[in-house]
């Protein structure tokens, strides 16, 4: 059985002698087109004309080129499978396939009005010169741009790779923030930094992961049960939350989510902080209405509740907001029937402390707010 020396001599035999072939193919296209039988120059058959051997010429020597550039970069192989069984590669058939197109490529530019024959032997040397050059420079042009398209596709993965580095970095620093372990987390311009170079996805998550810990926080703040212990700690939590979602909306640079937004006028208002919390529901409902978006009515329930503290003197501006409330029929409208739940603490006590205003409510909105049956 012969060894692996063996074995490369013999393909190394064969393709020489493939070569060989080919090159003697064109040494006898150039004797037989130095001196063509004189029927040619009279027949009308296109198959005998001398383009037809022109063609020839130009396919051979493409043929010889392409398989010139796989000798040169030591890349000649025999059709075959790989070691492992599996597909099929061509080897040195592709190289001749493709030098054969670009020996089509040199013939399409043959002018038409040069006559080969009159040129002699020098202009069948200069064609087989062409069709070599262009078989070359066919197998030339796929390695390069096969090359190309692959330095692309690396870089491609590259800058997947060093996302999904930033991703994880970002997620690891939002679930700090979240621990309730204020001393874990990192500074806010490092984690406005890691969620700004994130994956759109992963800020979604980061979103969604303060929203949870939001409600969470929330719930134990309001929780008359809760113990003060407790409800000191939700509210440091609450202030954690507002650090992702003041990080997120700062990297919302077209002002295009409108739930960020809402979510941090959500944590202001239960941690008493009604004056941002007006901000922010402002701003909320501003991209909201920006994008007509359906939906979202608590933002003006919660603003009214805000103005409700901060500018309880401006009754259209806290009646408006409750009109569109109860316009939208939603989970707003529910809290108003009646004002008894803590969360809607600010609004009860301004309209028991304006009454008129109650009047007014029910005239527009066939309801009172403070308990009166609904009409």
């Known amino acids: 059985m012969p060894g692996m020396r063996e074995l490369k001599n013999i393909q190394l035999h064969r393709l020489a002698t493939l070569l060989l072939f080919l090159l003697g193919s064109c040494v006898s296209l150039l004797a037989f087109a130095s001196d063509p039988p004189a029927e040619l120059n009279n027949t009308n058959s296109a198959a005998d004309s001398p383009d037809y051997y022109v063609l020839f010429i130009c396919l051979m020597a493409g043929a010889f080129g392409g398989l010139l550039y796989a000798v040169k970069e030591n890349k000649l192989r025999l059709p075959g499978s790989d070691s492992e069984g599996g597909s099929y590669k061509l080897g040195w058939v592709a190289d001749v396939l493709f030098g054969v197109g670009g020996g089509v490529v040199i013939f399409l530019v043959y002018p038409d009005d040069i006559d080969l024959y009159k040129k002699g032997i020098s202009g069948i040397i200069k064609f087989i010169g062409l069709g070599i050059i262009g078989g070359y420079g066919g197998r030339l042009f796929l390695e390069k741009a096969t090359s190309a398209r692959l330095a692309g596709v690396?870089?491609?993965?590259?800058?997947?790779?060093?996302?999904?580095?930033?991703?994880?970095?970002?997620?690891?620093?939002?679930?700090?923030?979240?621990?309730?372990?204020?001393?874990?987390?990192?500074?806010?311009?490092?984690?406005?930094?890691?969620?700004?170079?994130?994956?759109?996805?992963?800020?979604?998550?980061?979103?969604?992961?303060?929203?949870?810990f939001r409600k969470k926080m929330t719930a134990v703040v309001f929780d008359e049960e809760a113990t003060d212990g407790a409800r000191q700690s939700a509210q440091g939590g609450l202030r954690q939350a507002i650090k992702v979602l003041e990080a997120l909306a700062e990297i919302d640079k077209g002002g295009k989510y409108h739930r960020t937004y809402g979510q941090l006028a959500y944590a202001h208002r239960a941690l008493g902080e009604h004056a941002k919390a007006l901000t922010a529901f402002s701003k909320a409902i501003e991209i909201r209405n920006k994008h007509e978006v359906a939906g979202y009515r608590l933002y003006e329930f919660g603003r009214a509740a805000c103005r409700a503290i901060e500018t309880p003197e401006d009754a259209n501006a806290i009646q408006q907001d409750l009109a569109e409330a109860v316009k939208a029929k939603g989970e707003a409208l529910k809290r108003m029937q009646p004002l008894e739940e803590k969360y809607e603490v600010e609004l009860k006590d301004w309209f028991e402390k304006h009454p008129g205003q109650v009047e007014d409510f029910r005239e527009k909105n066939g309801f009172d707010p403070l308990g009166t049956e609904l009409q």
């Open 154 to 212: 690396e870089e491609k993965v590259e800058a997947l790779k060093e996302k999904d580095k930033f991703d994880a970095r970002a997620m690891a620093a939002v679930d700090r923030v979240l621990d309730e372990r204020p001393e874990s987390a990192p500074e806010q311009e490092e984690l406005v930094q890691l969620l700004d170079s994130a994956s759109h996805a992963v800020q979604v998550e980061a979103f969604k992961a303060a929203r949870v």
